[in-house]
């Protein structure tokens, strides 16, 4: 039912660019003990060099309702891109959080992407992105779901970066995500509700120090096989932790549909997680 909410309620966003050239894509998430989430994403192409991408996020943490930190918590968020050139774009982005199982936030970044050049040999279609900003959160609950004396505020500064080229008959990317500076020291115990990791579907929960991925894939006319593994570390943990991911694209009259498993921390039992996802992406 809350999927199905979720996915009216992104309609009801985007209807009014229905009619617009552009690119309409859902991701939809399940795992382990009720664990869903959906991420919808428009992409409206105005044809005077701006993109306009509204989207909406929400994961289910559990639909066991005495489980702790259970409950939907949603994302919104909206960017603004102007392309300068055929190599240059700048950005603007923000997202917000509303308040949802004892938490709430809002971020923004800005940020460019450089198309150098196309060697049209080996190396073809490199690019450059380079993103930083802020988001601003509020905690009251700590990471067992036991409310806070008082709310915990804080404020993370971070830089983004990501490359990526066609290598031969691959297609490969790598991103790197660095928190540069904390406004308080990250308290043992508490927590924050989304995280994201790059080139992984699923949220996961906590401050993140850092964060790096690479990402590998196969196109081919109808079906792309692909796999991609990130490491990152939070904030107050002592070692790093591990994701990997794999799946397949098919790409059938202008509509792509994937499917793929990922799973956390594979080599430590007794904190593994496995998720599965299936995506649809539409060109208008």
């Keep these: 039912m809350q999927l199905k909410t979720a996915f009216l309620s992104f309609i009801l966003l985007i209807c009014p660019c229905a009619l617009c050239y552009g690119q309409l894509s859902f991701l939809g998430v399940n795992g382990e003990r009720g664990y869903s989430a959906m991420r919808g994403v428009y992409v409206w192409d105005l044809d005077s ?53 004892g938490y709430e936030a809002v971020s923004y970044y800005t940020g460019a992407v450089w198309r150098p050049f196309d060697l049209r040999g080996i190396i073809k279609d490199p690019f450059v992105q380079l993103q ?45 995500h660095k928190v540069l500076q904390y406004s308080n020291r990250v308290r043992p115990g508490v927590s ?33 096989p692909y796999a991609a593994v990130a490491r990152y570390q939070y ?8 994701a990997v991911g794999a799946g397949l694209k098919i790409t059938w009259e202008g509509t792509t549909f994937s499917g793929g498993v990922e799973v956390f921390e594979p080599r430590r039992e007794d904190s593994r997680r496995t998720f599965f996802s299936v995506s649809a992406e539409v060109d208008f």
């Design 49 to 101: 060099n701006w993109l306009l991408v509204p989207s909406y996020e929400f994961y289910r943490m559990s639909d066991n309702r005495e489980v702790e930190k259970t409950g939907s918590t949603s994302r919104y968020g909206g960017r603004a891109a102007y392309d300068m050139s055929d190599n240059w774009r700048l950005y603007a982005q923000g997202f917000w959080q509303p308040s949802a199982v």
């Design 235 to 242: 904030a107050e943990a002592n070692s790093p932790a591990v």
């Design 132 to 176: 930083v900003g802020q988001a601003r959160y509020h905690t009251w609950m700590d990471s067992r779901g036991i409310a806070l004396p008082e709310v915990y505020k804080q404020v993370e500064t971070n830089l983004y970066a990501e490359a990526g080229a066609e290598v031969g008959s691959w297609e490969l990317k790598t991103a790197w």
């Design 192 to 224: 924050f509700s989304w995280a994201d990791i790059p080139f992984m579907t699923a949220v996961v929960q906590g401050f993140l120090r850092d964060a790096w991925a690479l990402r590998a894939s196969y196109p081919a006319r109808v079906i792309t």
